[in-house]
């Protein structure tokens, strides 16, 4: 998506390299494409390793199951809180498709 708004070229189809956030990679939708045009004030970007640790945070100290395409947002705010501090924040959460496997390995390294 970031590179799809800086280029203003709709890449339905991109190059990624492996993610936790698999619905993240690969390409975006065109609806999400047009929208974000109208609707994104700034893309922040996230390392894996603070979206994996949002994951766990989200896991252990609010008793929700998130994916990780998911917890970026929560990633955005652990990671660059000195820039969002101070404002409101809408999320929007959903965790029915992380895997197990991931789960399990994330809830153990953090």
């Known amino acids: 998506m970031i590179n799809s708004y800086r280029e203003n070229y709709f890449y339905e189809e991109y190059p990624s390299e492996e993610s936790i956030c698999d619905a993240l990679i690969g390409g975006i939708g065109k609806l999400s494409y047009k929208m974000a045009k109208d609707y994104v004030d700034e893309f922040i970007i996230v390392s894996e390793e603070s979206i994996a640790k949002a994951v766990s945070f989200m896991a252990k100290e609010e008793k929700?199951?998130?994916?990780?395409?998911?917890?970026?947002?929560?990633a955005a705010i652990m990671e660059h809180k000195e820039k969002i501090g101070g404002q409101n924040i809408a999320l929007v959460l959903s965790g029915g498709n992380i895997d197990g496997k991931l789960l399990?390995?994330?809830l153990t390294k953090y």
């Open 64 to 74: 929700y199951i998130v994916e990780a395409a998911s917890s970026t947002t929560i």
């Open 104 to 106: 399990t390995s994330i």
